[in-house]
């Protein structure tokens, strides 16, 4: 079984700049989150999709971050204009929704993103 | 949302048995206690979960006393490959579930 794919692996941009993050969930699986991680600290919930609709998403930063998964599978999420303090390592996760069990969490290899 | 509280860090030896506690004074009726290992440069994977007594499988045991305050991941015989960030989760099953990570507990087991 294929995992959770993430592009890009790296990405270094400037202040004030744009960058777009890409995410293919394991198929199948009807929930998708979208995390930040910041060195030194656990993963940030930044938004929660439940197939193309918003379980959560009260720490995303609206001003500037933005995410979509149009059709249900994979999901995109955007920041624009980055500030430096948007460096981190930004996580997506997939899982199986069985009601009245838990949802085991599958994640990518994260995107690192430096801004400079 | 239910508060976790960890330790910070912990050292250990090779072949020892670690345990690392978690406290959830304020878990729900309906919340599950999931524990995740994050190694450096990946995301965090699934080791076990639980919602009372214990719970046993092929990587660890968690055990969790009758009132649902703690828990308490136990990893056997650790070796060098399990120096890693621990964290608890605590919540409800199903797509309404909100998981929140806290900062975990960095185990380095040391030669």
């Known amino acids: 079984e294929a995992g959770v794919a993430q592009s890009p692996r790296y990405k270094i941009i400037e202040k004030r700049q744009s960058v777009a993050f890409w995410c293919n969930p394991i198929s199948g699986h009807a929930t998708l989150y979208w995390y930040q991680q910041i060195l030194g600290q656990g993963p940030k919930l930044l938004i929660q999709f439940q197939n193309n609709g918003v379980v959560d998403d009260s720490q995303l930063p609206k001003d500037r971050f933005s995410a979509e998964r149009l059709k249900g599978v994979d999901s995109t999420l955007k920041i624009q204009p980055a500030k430096l303090e948007d460096s981190a390592v930004y996580l997506c996760?997939?899982?199986?929704?069985?009601?009245?069990?838990?949802?085991?969490?599958?994640f990518g290899p994260g995107t690192r993103l430096t801004v400079l | 949302l239910a508060k976790t509280t960890q330790p910070i860090s912990m050292d250990s030896y090779e072949g020892q048995e670690v345990n690392i506690t978690c406290s959830h004074n304020n878990i729900a009726t309906n919340d599950y206690i999931t524990w995740y290992q994050q190694f450096p440069s990946q995301g965090p994977r699934f080791i076990i979960q639980?919602?009372?007594t214990k719970v046993t499988n092929e990587v660890a045991s968690l055990f969790i006393p009758a009132d649902r305050k703690s828990s308490t991941l136990s990893l056997p015989r650790v070796s060098l490959s399990d120096t890693a960030v621990y964290y608890c989760l605590v919540g409800a099953s199903g797509g309404s579930y909100i998981p929140t990570f806290g900062r975990g507990t960095s185990l380095i087991v040391h030669p």
């Open positions: 639980g919602y009372k």
């Open positions: 996760a997939s899982s199986l929704v069985f009601p009245g069990s838990y949802n085991e969490q599958f």
